[in-house]
Structures are given as structure tokens and as C-alpha cells.
T-cell receptor, first 116, second 114 residues
Framework: DQQVKQNSPSLSVQEGRISILNCDYTNSMFDYFLWYKKYPAEGPTFLISISSIKDKNEDGRFTVFLNKSAKHLSLHIVPSQPGDSAVYFCAASLGDYTGTASKLTFGTGTRLQVTL | NAGVMQNPRHLVRRRGQEARLRCSPMKGHSHVYWYRQLPEEGLKFMVYLQKENIIDESGMPKERFSAEFPKEGPSILRIQQVVRGDSAAYFC????????????FGQGTRLTVV
């Protein structure tokens, strides 16, 4: 049962244009969402997160949008740069009574290729 | 990312041997998570530990796998009697004891069972 889905395994975007990576989830109890970037043979690197009480969070070239009614979030990268080429994972966590970061449920990833 | 230290980076074991994977969390982090990534898949949660306590092991296989995070020293993920299906990348992450902060990942240990 894949609770977090990234339906596009790959995406190719020209340098300078906008990259839009999509993520859908099925569990309405998820209340915190994160995007991670991963290069080959390295661990995931945190990019940006959003709480379920918000619908947008922006950090430099990266913006995450959350549509709770559609159970959908997206990551926008603008402008895209060649160094952004990597695999991007969407992740979600449940409300946690301990008040701490809880386990993450990851999507299967989208491989972004930014071309010159 | 570099703050979470995992070793070894690569580990080769023959079927039936034991594999021990180590993780030292970032300074000040008391929460450790282990994830496994099979080829062409996303990361799957295995276990969540705090110092000397297993908080959530719902993702751990019922047999052969165990994890600990002692008062002193790194967290250890132990796989006994490894099989070829255990071949994967194992990632450790740590987070501070604060509300909903992101977890920081190590570079992973790539286990190959031959």
C-alpha cells in the first residue's frame, strides 16, 4: 500500500525554466510534508517542508504547495539549474503525540534532469 | 548531511553471515531512524530509536533484524544470517528532540550479500 505516490519517475527541464514535481498521498492523517534531494551514492538531503496548516512555503528558488482537499503537494524549482539534477523524494509524517519528528513515509522518487 | 556518520559505506557479506551497520547521529540529536532502500524504490522506514529505547519498530522484519541505540556509542542495526534479499542501501537519520523538525540523513551503507 503506497501511501505517498510520485507518479512521474522522471522529468526533463531546460535550464532556467520551472521544474514542477508532484506528489500525492492517501492518508489524511499526514500532517507534515518534506522534500528531499538525493544524488547517487549519497544520503537524502533535506530541501523544504510544509505543515498541514499551511498551503505554501517558499525558500529561495524552492516553493512547496499543499492542497489538502486533493491530497496533493508539489515542489516548484525556479529557475532550474544543472546542479538541481538529482532524484527528488516526497515524504510525509503522521501527527505524533510525542511532539517530535516521527517516521517518514517516502514516495518512490522523481529523477529530475536539467538540460543546458 | 555530513553530520550523520554511517560506517561502513560498503559492506559485503556471504549468505548466512552477520552484518553490523553503525550510525553516529549529529551532535545534539537524540532520535535515530533507520531506513532501507531497495533498488528502484523509495526509502522504507524500519525503526525509530531514542537513547536506550526502541520507540517504533513497525518497519523491521520480524526475524534476523535488530537495532539498538545505547547510552554511549553509535546506533547499531544488526542483520543476522543475511540473505540475498537483504542487499540494499541502509540509511540512518537523526533529528533533535523538537517539534516536527526535519531528519538529517547519513550517506548510507550499501550492503551486498553474495
Amino acid at each position: 500500500d503506497q501511501q505517498v505516490k510520485q507518479n512521474s519517475p522522471s522529468l526533463s527541464v531546460q535550464e532556467g525554466r520551472i521544474s514542477i514535481l508532484n506528489c500525492d498521498y492517501t492518508n489524511s492523517m499526514f500532517d507534515y510534508f518534506l522534500w528531499y534531494k538525493k544524488y547517487p551514492a549519497e544520503g537524502p538531503t533535506f530541501l523544504i517542508s510544509i505543515s498541514s496548516i499551511k498551503d505554501k512555503n517558499e525558500d529561495g528558488r524552492f516553493t512547496v504547495f499543499l492542497n489538502k482537499s486533493a491530497k496533493h503537494l508539489s515542489l516548484h524549482i525556479v529557475p532550474s539549474q544543472p546542479g538541481d539534477s538529482a532524484v527528488y523524494f516526497c515524504a510525509a509524517s503522521l501527527g505524533d503525540y510525542t511532539g517530535t519528528a516521527s517516521k517518514l513515509t517516502f514516495g518512490t522518487g522523481t529523477r529530475l534532469q536539467v538540460t543546458l | 548531511n555530513a553530520g550523520v556518520m554511517q560506517n561502513p559505506r560498503h559492506l559485503v557479506r556471504r549468505r548466512g553471515q552477520e552484518a553490523r551497520l553503525r550510525c553516529s547521529p549529529m551532535k545534539g540529536h537524540s532520535h535515530v531512524y533507520w531506513y532501507r532502500q531497495l533498488p528502484e524504490e523509495g526509502l522504507k522506514f524500519m525503526v525509530y530509536l531514542q537513547k536506550e529505547n526502541i520507540i517504533d519498530e513497525s518497519g523491521m522484519p520480524k526475524e534476523r533484524f535488530s537495532a539498538e541505540f545505547p547510552k554511549e556509542g553509535p546506533s547499531i542495526l544488526r542483520i543476522q544470517q543475511v540473505v540475498r534479499g537483504d542487499s540494499a542501501a541502509y540509511f540512518c537519520a537523526s533529528s533533535p528532540p523538537s517539534r516536527k523538525s526535519e531528519a538529517f540523513f547519513g550517506q548510507g551503507t550499501r550492503l551486498t550479500v553474495v
